[in-house]
Every structure is written in C-alpha cells, then in structure tokens.
Nanobody, 120 residues
Framework: QVQLVESGGGLVQAGGSLRLSCAAS????????MAWYRQSPGKQREYVAR???????NYADSVKGRFNISRDNAKSTVYLQMNSLKPEDTAVYYC??????????????WGQGTQVTVSS
C-alpha cells in the first residue's frame, strides 16, 4: 500500500519560513519523481515544484527563488523549504509521486495534504 504522509505545515507570518516533509512508503522512492502541488479555496490545484530521481529540480514561476525542493532517498522523504512566505502562498500543500518510465511519469500517487497559512 502506497502512503505519502506530509508534515510541517502551520501558521506563519509573512516573510517567515516553513519546511514541509513528505515521507513515502510502498514505492521504490529512488525511481520516483517527487513533486509538491497546492490548492487554495476556490482555486484549482497548482504545481509548485518537482525533483526527478536524478535530482533535477523545477519550480513554478510564483515560487522560484523562494522555495527549494530536495530529497533524501535513504529516508524516502522529499522536502519543500519555503522562505519569504507571502499570504498568497496560503494553501493546502500536497505531495505527489510518479514513477519515471522512459520520458513518461506513471503510477501517480497523492498525499492527504498539509495546511500552510501565511498571515499578513
């Protein structure tokens, strides 16, 4: 059974920092691209950042330069370091895993989400 368990969310003032973690089980973590998405009330879920199995990273323009995604394959955990937080970063943050197969991503899984609230 695949499980993605997020932690580290909470309430923080604008300009502050938070570090999200996502612990994975039931997958071959080192073969998966890991990503973070977020969803605010009334909005569609949006992409935040991704790290491939080889460590290549990619970010949405809205978080570039402020957020950093990393992974620890020994711990089957992916992290999202969020700095210089803004009220518009307020959302439920979801962890996503997908197995890399050639140029495709297959076998997609989602975590339950963790709430991040940034006060002004």
């Amino acid at each position: 059974q695949v499980q993605l368990v997020e932690s580290g969310g909470g309430l923080v003032q604008a300009g502050g920092s938070l570090r999200l973690s996502c612990a994975a089980s039931g997958i071959i973590f080192s073969s998966n691209a890991m990503a973070w998405y977020r969803q605010s009330p009334g909005k569609q879920r949006e992409y935040v950042a991704r790290i491939t199995s080889r460590g290549t990273t990619n970010y949405a323009d809205s978080v570039k330069g402020r957020f950093n995604i990393s992974r620890d394959n020994a711990k089957s955990t992916v992290y999202l370091q969020m700095n210089s937080l803004k009220p518009e970063d307020t959302a439920v943050y979801y962890c996503h895993a997908a197995q890399e197969y050639a140029s495709l991503l297959i076998n997609h899984y989602w975590g339950q989400g963790t709430q991040v609230t940034v006060s002004s």
